[in-house]
C-alpha cells in the first residue's frame, strides 16, 4: 500500500519582495488531500486575516478539487502588509512565505543588487544579437 502525505506550499517563497502600491498575490497550493481542503485560513504574523478589517481591499479565491488552490489577493500594498503570511489549511500542515513591501529607498536598492546578477551569458548574446542586426540594417 503506498500512502501520498498530502502537501501545502504557498508558492514563490521564501521570501518575496513586492513594490509599494503593488497587489499581494499569495498562491497556496494543497496537493494529494484526500478530500478536498474544507477551509484554508490565511493567517499575517501568526494573526487570522479579517476581509472585514477597515484596512480594505482584501479577498480569497479558492478553487476545490484533487489539487486545491487559495489566492489571497491584497491591494495597495504597503510597508505594514511585510510580514510572514500563513496558508493553513484544516487538519494539515500550514506553509508560510516572507513578504518584503519595497518603498521607494528600497526599490532603488534592490534593483541595483541585483543588476550585477545578470549572466555574461545573456550580455554576451544581446551584443552580439544587437551587432547582427546593425550589420544587416548596414550601420556596420
Not at 494543497?30 to 476581509?51: R, Y
Not at 500550514?94 to 534593483?111: F, K, N, T, Y
Request: glycine share 8%; charged share 15%.
Amino acid at each position: 500500500m503506498n500512502v501520498v502525505e498530502p502537501k501545502t506550499e504557498v508558492e514563490g517563497g521564501p521570501d518575496m519582495y513586492i513594490n509599494e502600491g503593488s497587489t499581494i498575490n499569495l498562491t497556496c497550493v494543497v496537493e494529494n488531500s484526500p478530500d478536498p481542503a474544507p477551509v484554508i485560513n490565511w493567517s499575517h504574523n501568526k494573526e487570522t486575516i479579517s476581509f472585514d478589517s477597515p484596512r480594505g481591499g482584501i479577498s480569497l479565491v479558492t478553487e476545490k478539487g484533487s489539487t486545491t488552490t487559495s489566492k489571497l489577493l491584497i491591494q495597495k500594498a504597503v510597508v505594514k502588509d511585510s510580514g510572514i503570511y500563513a496558508c493553513e489549511p484544516f487538519n494539515m500542515t500550514a506553509s508560510s512565505v516572507r513578504v518584503h513591501i519595497l518603498d521607494g529607498e528600497h526599490q532603488a536598492a534592490m534593483h541595483h543588487a541585483h543588476g550585477s546578477s545578470v549572466s555574461p551569458t545573456i550580455i554576451t548574446a544581446l551584443i552580439t544579437l544587437t551587432v547582427l542586426h546593425w550589420y544587416r540594417m548596414g550601420w556596420i
